[in-house]
């Protein structure tokens, strides 16, 4: 995962995912759908968004924080062989027709001073890879 500028952001993708604006009750879905970079020149801000591509395998996270926005992106096929990762799924909140928010858990290896400073694999970051729907 390696974090971007706003001049970095894929502008053409298709995204699934959501974005959050700060004046708004409820995130804002997008399906296979571009996401508007002007969102993130204006007010009312983007408070948090997750979007994936599934066209390239790509997932970005979107925080504001402290008056700035902090924008990561994942391309899981650059990803190094040692990471280990585990696919899971969460309860949506707030996202018509989404039962499940998926993920993919990624952990890298490092060295532990709790186990004698062996290599371990420890968490770094969770990467959103989309939605299940409600039947």
């Not at 996270?61 to 899971?88: A, C, L, V």
Request: glycine share 4%.
């Amino acid at each position: 995962m390696k974090k971007i500028n706003i001049a970095d952001f894929p502008k053409t993708l298709l995204f699934t995912g959501y974005y959050w604006l700060s004046d708004q009750q409820k995130p804002i879905q997008l399906s296979e759908q571009v996401f508007d970079i002007q969102l993130l020149e204006y007010q009312p801000y983007v408070v948090e968004g997750r979007l994936y591509s599934k066209e390239i395998d790509l997932s970005i996270h979107i925080h504001f924080i402290d008056g700035k926005y902090d924008i990561f992106q994942m391309n899981w096929r650059e990803k190094p062989t040692e990471w280990g990762t585990i696919n899971s799924t969460y309860l949506a909140h707030d996202l018509d027709k989404v039962n499940e928010i998926k993920v993919t858990e990624v952990w890298i290896p490092a060295n532990d001073p709790n186990c004698e400073n062996m290599e371990v694999l420890q968490p770094a970051f969770l990467g959103f890879k989309g939605f299940n729907y409600k039947n």
